[in-house]
C-alpha cells in the first residue's frame, strides 16, 4: 500500500505512533530499495547524504519508538539480500559494517568513547592500527583443513553469494593454507581492481559495445558475480586480508597486527601500508599521509580504517547493531572537479516530485567519467537553501556556468559550486517548468499559508493521469483502505498496466469489455507469479495452484470482485484518489462533512477561487489545515483530473456518508483501544464501528483512554489499562454495551 505523504516530512517529535509506524514501514521499504540498487544493480539513484537522511529518520523515529523497530528494519541490516543467481551462505559470524568518521574531531571522539567504555585514562596506551579503505567489495573466504572451501560475498551481513568458484580464479587468494594455519579459519578482505586495469578493460569493453561499469569497484563487484567462472578469471581481481570471521581455536595472534602479520605469513595479501599508530595523533597523521598518496595509489580508496589493536579490548568494546565500537572508517573528502553545465533536464518521480537533474559536459572525477548530476530542487538552482537562507553565497546555477561538481563513493554525483568569473554575459536566470514534462498538468510548490513557507519540491498535480506517477496511483487506488477489491492488488495493477489494459481508475472498471485481453493478462500474470515462486522456492512447480491464484484464474471472479466494489462508502472512494495529504482520517472527515459525492465535488471545485464561501468553509472545518485544503482545491482544479474523474464517476456510485449515529450512542465521545485478537469482526471493522457511534480509536493506551477492548492475547496494553485504572471489556462485552448482536 502507499503510505499518505504527508509524514514524510512531518518532524520526527510531532509524529504519533500510527504515522511512526507507518513512516517506519515506508523507509525500510524505500531504504531497502536503496540498498538493492546500490548492492545488487549497482545502480544507485540518490546520492549518499539523501541515503544517510533516510537512515537517519530511520534511527530517529526508532530512538523515540522503541516499541516500533520492525523485524526488516534497516538498522538492523547491512547492504542488501543475496541475488538468485547464486546459492545462499549463511555467514557464521556476521559480516558488518563499520561507522564512518569525516572529520578529525570524531576520531578523538571515537576513541575518548572507547575509552571510557574501557574505563581507561588517558594516561593508558590505546594503540590502534589504520589501514587504507580499500574501495571494492568485501569477502568472506573460509579455509577448512587448510583448504579454501568456500568464499561468500557479503550479501546482507547474515547471508551472503557462493562465489566459491569465482574466488578460486584470483590468483591472489591461496587454494591451501601452510601447515601451522587453523583447522577452520575463515579470512576476510576486500576484493578489488586496480584503477589501471579497470581504465584499460571498460575501454576494450566500450570499443566492443558491451556493458561498460562506472568504477573499480562496480567491476570487481560484476566480475565477482559472474555465472561463468572463466570470465571472471579473465579478470585482474585482487585482494587485502584484514579480517576473520570463525576461528576454530580462537584468533591466533593477539592484535590485529599480530593477525595481519600471520595472514602474510600465510601466503595472503595485506596491505603494505597499514600502520600501527600508539596515538591519535599518529592515526590523523598517518590519515593525512594517505591522503596525499592516494591518487597516487594503483587501487581506489575512500579512507582509513581505525582498529583498536588488542583484540581483548576488541572481545570488550563489542558491537553497536550494525558495526563494531572497537572499529571507525575515517572517509576522505568527496572529489571535486569543475566542468560546463550544458542543459537542465526535468525527472519526474513515482511521486510527482520534479527533479533537476544537470547535463554536464563529460569530465572525470576519482576515475570516472560524469555527464549527470543531481541539482536536487528549484530553490537549489536559485541558491537558496532548504531553510530559506543562501547557499554558495546566493549565487545561482545557469545553463553554460562553469561548475563544480563533486562525487563521494559511488552514488549520484552533485553540483557544489559556480564559476561566475566565468559566466557569459548573456546567460539567463534558469526558469523551472511549472507544468509537469510528462502529462502537461501543473506542477505546484506546497506552501504553508500558515507560515508562509513553501515546499522545496515542485509537484506533478495530474495524479491520476501522469504517466510518471500512474502505477503508484492506481496501486493506491486499488489498495486496502481504498477500492479494497478483492484479488486485485499491487500485482494485478503491475500486470494490467503493463498490457495497456488499465491506464486509469475508470478503465479497472470497464476490463469487462475487455475481456479477451484480460483472460491473457491474467494468464500471463500467473504464470510469471509461479515463475517467481518457483525460483524463490528453487522448487518445480506443483500441480495444484495455490489458493490465491485459483481465485485468480478465473476471470470471471475477478469481473465480480471489481462488480462488488462499484459501489463503496464515501470516504473510500476520498482516499482512493490518492490527493496529497489524504490520508484515511482526513478522507472521513471530509466524507462526514460533505456527506455525498455530489456536494463534496461540487464543493471543491467552487473553492477553487480561494476566496468565497465554498474555499472559506472547506477551510472552516475542523481538522483541515491550508496544506490540506490547497493541495485538494489544486487536485480538482487540474482538467486532466477532472476528465478521469468524470469518466470515473460514470462506473461508480459511492454510498453518502451515514454521519455519526451519535444520539444515544454509549461511546460518543469516548476513546477507545482495541488489542488482542478479536474474533467475530476485523480490526478495521471495529474501527470504523466504533467511529461510526461516534467514538475516537487510539492505538495506545494513556489516561485519556476511555474504554480498552481486550481479546484473546493481549498484553501490555492491557497491563497498562490495569495501571491506569481505565475500563476493560472484551470482544462480547462490548458488543452488549453498543446494543448489537454480535453477528454470527
Ligand atoms: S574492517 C567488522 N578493514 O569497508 C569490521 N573494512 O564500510 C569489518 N573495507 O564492509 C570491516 N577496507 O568492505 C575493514 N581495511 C579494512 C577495509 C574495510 C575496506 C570495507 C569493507 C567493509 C566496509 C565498511
Not at 297 to 321: A, M, N, T, W
Amino acid at each position: 500500500m502507499t503510505h499518505p505523504p504527508a509524514d514524510r516530512e512531518k518532524p520526527v517529535k510531532d509524529l504519533d505512533p500510527f504515522e511512526a509506524e507507518r513512516e517506519l514501514a515506508r523507509l525500510a521499504e524505500e531504504i531497502a530499495g536503496h540498498d538493492r540498487r546500490y548492492y545488487a544493480d549497482d545502480a544507485p539513484t540518490v546520492s549518499d547524504a539523501e541515503y544517510d537522511e533516510l537512515r537517519r529518520r530511520n534511527a530517529a523515529i526508532e530512538a523515540r519508538f522503541p516499541k516500533l523497530v520492525r523485524e526488516d528494519s534497516p538498522s538492523r541490516r547491512v547492504g542488501t539480500t543475496a541475488a538468485t543467481a547464486f546459492s545462499k551462505v549463511a555467514h557464521r559470524v556476521p559480516m558488518l559494517s563499520l561507522d564512518n568518521a569525516f572529520a578529525d574531531a570524531e576520531v578523538v571522539e571515537f576513541l575518548a568513547r572507547a575509552r571510557r567504555f574501557l574505563r581507561l585514562g588517558e594516561e593508558a596506551a590505546l594503540d590502534v592500527m589504520a589501514e587504507p579503505k580499500i574501495d571494492g567489495l568485501s569477502l568472506s573466504i573460509r579455509y577448512e583443513g587448510r583448504k579454501l572451501v568456500v568464499a561468500a560475498t557479503r550479501g546482507d551481513g547474515f547471508e551472503g553469494e557462493n562465489v566459491t568458484e569465482n574466488v578460486k580464479t584470483i590468483r591472489e587468494v591461496p587454494r591451501t593454507l601452510p601447515a601451522g594455519a587453523p583447522e577452520i579459519v575463515e579470512v576476510r578482505g576486500e576484493v578489488y581492481l586496480d584503477k589501471a586495469d579497470f581504465a584499460e578493460l571498460n575501454r576494450g569493453f566500450a570499443a566492443a559495445g558491451g556493458r561498460t561499469y562506472a568504477n573499480p569497484r562496480n567491476f570487481a563487484a560484476g566480475s565477482l558475480r559472474q555465472i561463468d567462472p572463466g570470465v571472471t578469471a579473465s579478470r585482474p581481481l585482487k585482494f587485502f586480508a584484514y579480517s576473520w570471521g570463525e576461528i576454530l581455536g580462537g584468533a591466533p595472534a593477539p592484535t590485529q597486527s599480530g593477525m595481519l602479520a600471520l595472514f602474510a605469513q600465510w601466503g595472503l595479501p595485506t596491505n603494505p601500508l597499514s600502520a600501527h599508530c600508539p596515538t591519535v595523533a599518529d592515526a590523523l597523521a598517518f590519515y593525512r599521509r594517505i591522503g596525499r598518496e592516494r591518487a597516487g595509489l594503483p587501487y581506489d580508496i575512500d579512507g582509513v580504517v581505525y582498529k583498536i589493536d588488542r583484540l581483548d579490548l576488541q572481545e570488550r568494546l563489542g558491537f553497536v547493531s550494525r558495526s563494531p565500537r572497537w572499529a571507525i572508517a575515517h572517509k576522505f573528502p568527496a572529489e571535486q572537479v569543475e566542468t560546463v553545465l550544458r542543459g537542465i533536464d526535468i525527472q519526474v518521480g513515482r511521486t510527482g516530485s520534479l527533479t533537476p537533474v544537470a547535463r554536464l559536459e563529460p569530465v572525470t572525477v576519482g576515475g570516472v567519467v560524469v555527464q549527470n548530476a543531481t541539482l536536487h530542487n528549484e530553490d537549489y538552482i536559485a541558491g537558496i537553501g532548504g531553510d530559506g537562507a543562501p547557499i554558495r553565497g546566493g549565487k545561482d546555477i545557469r545553463i553554460g556556468d562553469t561548475v563544480t561538481v563533486q562525487r563521494a563513493g559511488d552514488v549520484i554525483p552533485q553540483i557544489v559550486d559556480v564559476d561566475l568569473s566565468r559566466r557569459s554575459p548573456d546567460a539567463r536566470p534558469y526558469r523551472f517548468p511549472d507544468r509537469c514534462p510528462v502529462c502537461g498538468s501543473h506542477a505546484v510548490r506546497e506552501g504553508n499559508p500558515d507560515t508562509g513557507a513553501r515546499d522545496s519540491v515542485r509537484r506533478c498535480t495530474g495524479g491520476l493521469i501522469c504517466e510518471a506517477q500512474l502505477v503508484e496511483k492506481l496501486r493506491h487506488f486499488v489498495s486496502r483502505l481504498a477500492f479494497d477489491i478483492e484479488g486485485f492488488g499491487d500485482r494485478q495493477i503491475d500486470a494490467f498496466h503493463a498490457a495497456g489494459l488499465v491506464r486509469s481508475p475508470a478503465d479497472i472498471f470497464t476490463l469487462r469489455d475487455r475481456k479477451e485481453a484480460l483472460k491473457q493478462a491474467v494468464f500471463e500474470q500467473r504464470e510469471a507469479a509461479a515463475r517467481e515462486r518457483e525460483e524463490k522456492s528453487g522448487k518445480k512447480r506443483q500441480k495444484s495452484l495455490a489458493s490465491e491464484d485459483r481465485q485468480f484464474t478465473n476471470v470471471d471472479n475477478l469481473l465480480a470482485a471489481i462488480d462488488a466494489r462499484r459501489s463503496i462508502p464515501l470516504h473510500r472512494l476520498i482516499y482512493a484518489l490518492g490527493i496529497r495529504h489524504v490520508g484515511e482520517t482526513t478522507a472521513k472527515l471530509l466524507a462526514r462533512s460533505y456527506v455525498g459525492w455530489t456536494e463534496f465535488e461540487k464543493a471543491m471545485t467552487a473553492a477553487a477561487d480561494r476566496e468565497g464561501d465554498a474555499w472559506r468553509e472547506f477551510d472552516a472545518i475542523e481538522g483541515v489545515g491550508g496544506t490540506l485544503a490547497t493541495a485538494v482545491v489544486d487536485f480538482f482544479a487540474e482538467q486532466h483530473n477532472r476528465d478521469a474523474l468524470d469518466a470515473l464517476m460514470r462506473q461508480v456510485t459511492p454510498i453518502d456518508d451515514p454521519g455519526v449515529r451519535t444520539e444515544g450512542s454509549p461511546v460518543a465521545g469516548k476513546t477507545v483501544v482495541f488489542t488482542g485478537t478479536l474474533e467475530r469482526m476485523t480490526r478495521d471493522e471495529a474501527k470504523a464501528m466504533a467511529e461510526r457511534l461516534g467514538a475516537k480509536v487510539a492505538g495506545s493506551v494513556s489516561k485519556k483512554t476511555d474504554l480498552l477492548v481486550a481479546g484473546p492475547g493481549a498484553g501490555s496494553k492491557l497491563k497498562a489499562a490495569a495501571e491506569l485504572g481505565v475500563k476493560t471489556t472484551d470482544e462480547a462485552g462490548w458488543f452488549e454495551l453498543i446494543g448489537k448482536a454480535p453477528s454470527p
